[in-house]
């Protein structure tokens, strides 16, 4: 059967609680997984680098399953596990083309020539038009992605190595 992906709105920051609150969907068979996409980043502390995940998405989490009927059920669940949330059905989701390993983005690795950044190495390599801005200090770039029929920008890893200046043209 065709997996379905739903897509649950609820407090940023509150992503965890709810995740760890819905196990009972997964037990009972009415979806399949319930989870976040999360980034890495490199963060330097103690004077040494270190590598970190993050949410990458604030209040969303996915969920998936096979069954179409089950839907007001689980909104039925979800309504009862906190307030303020939305749940609806949504297609596969763009980040998932973006993971490495499940529902993990990996750090990309690239350079800037000529003003313009070149990803060499992870999953933005050949997609460097999602980019809309990098922070070279945090080593994270904002990119800006189809969700739920709109667009929604997101921070996801990316170090810049290199940067080559332009030559004059005299």
Same mark, same amino acid.
């Given at each position: ?9 609820? /407090?940023?920051?509150?992503? %965890? ?7 009972? =969907?997964? !037990? ?27 949410? @990458?998405? /604030?209040?969303? #989490?996915?969920? %998936?399953? !096979? ?10 669940? @979800? ?13 596969? /989701? ?22 313009? /950044?070149?990803? !060499? ?9 999602? #980019? ?5 200090? *945090?080593? %994270? @770039?904002?990119?800006? $992605?189809?969700?739920?029929?709109? *667009?929604?920008?997101?921070? #996801?890893? =990316?170090? $810049? ?5 332009? @030559?004059?043209?005299?």
């Amino acid at each position: 059967m065709k997996k379905i992906w739903y897509l649950l709105k609820c /407090p940023e920051g509150d992503e %965890t609680d709810y995740i760890e609150r819905c196990p009972k =969907l997964v !037990t009972s068979g009415k979806m399949e997984e319930i989870f976040c996409f999360e980034y890495q980043r490199m963060m330097r502390y103690g004077g040494m680098w270190h590598l970190e995940k993050r949410i @990458a998405l /604030p209040g969303y #989490i996915f969920l %998936t399953g !096979t069954n179409v009927m089950i839907l007001e059920k689980v909104w039925q669940e @979800a309504k009862e596990i906190g307030k303020g949330i939305s749940l609806t059905p949504c297609e596969v /989701p763009y980040l998932k083309d973006l993971c490495q390993d499940g529902i993990l983005i990996g750090i990309s690795r690239g350079v800037i020539q000529n003003g313009v /950044p070149v990803v !060499t190495s992870g999953p933005l390599k050949g997609r460097e038009r999602l #980019i809309r801005s990098i922070d070279r200090h *945090k080593r %994270t @770039a904002r990119i800006e $992605i189809p969700l739920d029929g709109d *667009k929604k920008q997101l921070t #996801i890893g =990316l170090e $810049i190595y290199e940067k080559e200046k332009q @030559a004059d043209m005299k």
